[in-house]
């Protein structure tokens, strides 16, 4: 098999990752965009899953027009059951999946003192329970592949105890543990499991929502590197994450943030 094309802004490619299922949750947009673009243009049949009917699909029809075997889905992860449903659906489409990004997530700002049980609830499972058990799901199609590679996704905002999104940030600390649980448990079938934690990535959303001149002299200040984080940065360090390349990491953090300190 011919390897692909070159495209810009794509650093690396990895042979082991064409022909390779590989599913992605949060994918229309953002992060997840950028994601997606980079699985399929290194040749793995690439599923992804979002909300976002719209984004999904204009992003599914723009790399198919490349070429890229790519396959979009409206889904709720929160709605546990019919979740899992679509990912073995999927598979049937893709194969069974070798790769699993649990990417999706939102940072939407709360405070504690308006904090119901139910909100509550709905920030943990759009925020962490999607990613158990997609993993729960998946598991038994890598056992019988010979192993994989799970890739939660964590955030250094807990770690630098930024304010104003408690249950995230309780959320996101806990997809750490989860992380290291499961890489114990699956270890023995081959499965690697590994938290990839995003900086301040420059997102459409962040850029609208939150930065503003003082936010971009704090990532000034903050990033021992110049210049804006981006989504295709992160991207790069799943596809080694997902790769051969990696197959003695697991249980680990890999942190992308231009060097926060």
Known sequence: MSLPTPKENQAAYYPDLQGKAVFISGGATGIGQALVTAFARQGARTAFVDLNRSAGETLEKALREEGCDVVFRACDITETKGYQSTIRQLAEVCGPFQVLINNAANDVRHSLDDLSVDRFDELISVNLRHSMFAAQAV???????GGGSIINFGSMGWMIASPGYPVYATSKAAVHGMTRGLAR??????????????GWVMTEKQKELWVDDAAREQIRKSQCLPGELLPENI???????????????????????????
């Open 139 to 145: 598991a038994p199609m890598m056992r019988k592949a």
């Open 185 to 198: 448990d699956l270890g023995q079938d081959g499965i690697r499991v590994n938290t990839l934690v995003p």
């Open 235 to 261: 991207a790069q360090m799943a596809l080694f994450l997902a790769s051969d390349a990696s197959t003695m990491c697991t249980a680990q953090n890999f942190i992308v943030d231009g060097g926060w300190v």
